[in-house]
């Protein structure tokens, strides 16, 4: 049974929460990254960059649609497993510390950024 998405959170812009890993004025940045596990992602991206050149060659040779939709499908779970990655490591530091921050507004808009990105993902 499929999820049921509130209207206001996947179809519209959802304002973000304060990420509690930011550095004054400065755009957002996680400051709170495990170093491992940056350097995992980085491998990661790289290694799905190059499938994703390869794609282009699939598709510039005219390989068989069936074989390019099954690396196309391949490429999609590599990038699901970085946002995993990535989701994980938002929860320990950035969001973990602002529902722990004991500021309603805060944990408020943490919890709303956390399920608009959820729904905005799950398909």
């Given at each position: 049974m499929p999820?049921?998405v ?5 179809s519209q ?5 304060e990420c509690a890993?930011?550095?004054?004025s400065?755009a957002?940045?996680?400051v ?9 992602n ?16 699939m598709?510039?040779?005219d390989?068989y649609?069936?074989?390019v939709?099954t690396q196309?499908?391949s490429v999609?779970?590599a ?5 995993r990655?990535?989701?994980r490591?938002h ?6 510390k602002a ?7 805060e ?6 950024e ?10």
């Amino acid at each position: 049974m499929p999820l049921k998405v509130p209207a206001n959170s996947a179809s519209q812009h959802v304002a973000s929460a304060e990420c509690a890993c930011a550095i004054g004025s400065e755009a957002r940045k996680a400051v709170g990254v495990d170093p491992q596990l940056k350097i995992a992602n980085l491998k990661r991206l790289r290694r799905i960059e190059g499938q994703v050149r390869g794609l282009q060659k699939m598709v510039e040779e005219d390989r068989y649609c069936a074989d390019v939709v099954t690396q196309v499908a391949s490429v999609q779970e590599a990038l699901r497993g970085v946002a995993r990655n990535l989701m994980r490591n938002h929860l320990r530091h950035c969001a973990a510390k602002a529902l722990r921050s004991g500021k309603k507004a805060e944990s408020e808009a943490m919890f709303d950024e956390l399920l608009g990105t959820i729904y905005a993902h799950l398909r």
